[in-house]
């Protein structure tokens, strides 16, 4: 169906395994606000749980310390619990730090990562000239954040896409998309993931849809919802 791969973004255990059981996703991403907005108190207990049930798939747990040595023995920590893991580092940390000479550690240490929170070209270079292509690594663009500020994300995923191949070779990961058609134009900028919620993965059984059909019926959805609603306009 697509040639870019899908990574379900969430944190509800149920929902991840009917991604998962639903063959269409390829892995999985989550954060400490996903988890937080889930209900979730244990990050580690939640964590292992997920992976006995989802080993076979990459998924990325993220560090979620303030300073870099912290962010190094966490990092350490959650690589060890499975083989399928990438730890995700964020880009700089709440100071603006940039956590570059971080992720330069931890790829020395041979740690798959997923460097998120990513925003600019600039970013995505210094994170490209300390990675290695003999070390798995996923790159998180946050082109929905971007295109929240006015900009047109797809030139820069676009260049990114272009930079990446021609060095470290690690993959370019779409985030945070706000509609379906974001996951075409990931695909033709050279995307190689992007995440998906719950209601993208729903929508995209609507490839190719006859328009003239989903027209039809969303006035169906309007007359069916005045209906249910017992509205009256006497005339």
């Known amino acids: 169906m697509f040639k870019i791969k899908l990574f379900a973004d969430g944190a509800n255990l149920d929902d991840m395994l009917a991604a998962y059981y639903g063959g269409i996703v390829q892995g999985f991403t989550t954060n400490p606000t996903l988890m937080r907005k889930a209900g979730i108190t244990d990050y580690e207990a939640f964590a292992r749980e997920v992976l006995t049930m989802i080993c076979d798939r990459p998924i990325s747990f993220e560090v979620f310390a303030d300073d870099f040595e912290t962010m190094y023995r966490q990092a350490h920590k959650i690589n060890s619990w499975g083989e399928n893991v990438y730890v995700k580092i964020p880009i700089t940390n709440t100071k603006g730090e940039s956590a570059v000479a971080l992720v330069k550690r931890l790829v020395g240490d041979g740690i798959k990562l997923n460097v998120t929170a990513i925003l600019t070209l600039d970013q995505v270079q210094a994170v490209n000239n300390v990675l290695s292509p003999y070390v798995p690594a996923i790159v998180s663009v946050?082109?929905?954040?971007?295109?929240?500020?006015?900009?047109?994300?797809?030139?820069i995923m676009a260049q990114?896409?272009?930079?990446l191949k021609a060095e470290s070779q690690a993959e370019l990961l779409w985030a945070s998309p706000r509609e379906v058609l974001n996951v075409y134009q990931a695909e033709i900028c050279g995307c190689d993931i992007i995440t998906a919620t719950g209601d993208i993965l729903k929508k995209l059984s609507m490839r190719d849809k006859d328009l003239s059909e989903l027209s039809r019926e969303t006035v169906q959805m309007f007359y069916d919802d005045a209906c249910k609603a017992g509205f009256k306009i006497d005339c």
Do not use: E, W
């Not at 946050?142 to 030139?155: E, K, M, N, Y």
């Open 142 to 155: 946050f082109a929905g954040r971007i295109a929240d500020t006015g900009s047109d994300p797809v030139p």
């Open 160 to 163: 990114a896409a272009q930079m």
